[in-house]
């Protein structure tokens, strides 16, 4: 074998490696941001004109995470979100729709309070999507049945899940699920109210003392449910 012909082949490995590296690097990266943003990276593809482009604006993405300066919550600040987050919660019951508009404030305030910007939607979106992206579709169905509660097109079920979306990204921001999860219910105009004396054609049957079972009193204790706030979350 000639020299020439030693070095035409040392040249074909080398180009071949290096080749070789650099698909490896990328699917590497590649492997990586999926990694990172989830479901996120899958979206992004879709609305890119390539993959290469997609992966470009999720770098980009990484780039302008890393120059925010992000701030844990203290004990404090957690408690305190978690007992505003409680208390909208229980608001819904009576005003659901008022509530939505109030549980995008109190986000909007949590987001603040972490760093990130909290100007137009999407550069939010995209801020919070290096460290939040798997939370990111619950903020954006909240979002937009908040802006159709603006133009009074949503209904009780659609606030209320909204109120479900919205606290996913809290829960997310927070650390912690804010609360226990119980059953919501939208309050009914015509379900008696414990206070208020029962209407006569509600009134229970007068039994004769005689025929109640002695112990018929301690299990109506014990079935009677315990008033508590409603949870719109638990759907």
């Given at each position: 074998?000639?020299?020439?012909?030693?070095?035409?082949?040392?040249?074909v490995v080398l180009v071949v490696v290096a080749a070789l590296a650099v698909v490896g690097r990328q699917v590497?990266?590649?492997?990586?941001?999926?990694?990172?943003?989830?479901?996120?990276?899958?979206?992004v593809v879709a609305e890119r004109d390539s993959r290469a482009d997609a992966e470009r604006e999720l770098r980009d993405r990484e780039r302008r995470h890393a120059e925010l300066t992000l701030t844990p919550l203290t004990p404090e600040s957690r408690a305190r979100y978690a007992a505003a987050w409680e208390e909208l919660q229980v608001?819904?019951?009576?005003?659901?729709?008022?509530?939505?508009?109030?549980?995008?404030?109190?986000?909007?305030?949590?987001?603040?309070?972490?760093?990130?910007?909290?100007g137009d939607f999407s550069d939010q979106i995209a801020h919070l999507s290096v460290e939040h992206a798997r939370t990111?579709?619950?903020?954006?169905?909240?979002?937009?049945?908040r802006l159709r509660n603006e133009r009074g097109e949503a209904g009780t079920e659609?606030?209320?899940?909204?109120?479900?979306?919205?606290r996913a990204l809290f829960a997310d921001l927070l650390g912690a699920d804010p609360v226990a999860a119980r059953?919501?219910?939208?309050?009914?105009?015509?379900?008696?109210?414990?206070?208020?004396?029962?209407?006569?054609?509600?009134r229970p049957e007068q039994h004769h003392p005689e025929q109640r079972h002695p112990d018929s009193a301690s299990r109506a204790a014990e079935q009677t449910p315990v008033d508590r706030p409603h949870d719109v979350t638990s759907r």
């Open positions: 074998m000639s020299p020439t012909q030693v070095i035409v082949i040392v040249l590497a990266r590649r492997r990586a941001l999926r990694s990172r943003f989830g479901p996120e990276y899958d979206r608001r819904f019951v009576d005003s659901p729709a008022e509530t939505v508009s109030d549980a995008d404030e109190l986000v909007g305030r949590l987001v603040a309070e972490r760093g990130y910007p909290t990111l579709s619950h903020y954006r169905d909240a979002h937009e049945i659609e606030l209320r899940q909204a109120v479900v979306h919205y059953v919501p219910e939208q309050r009914d105009p015509d379900q008696h109210h414990p206070d208020q004396p029962r209407p006569e054609h509600h």
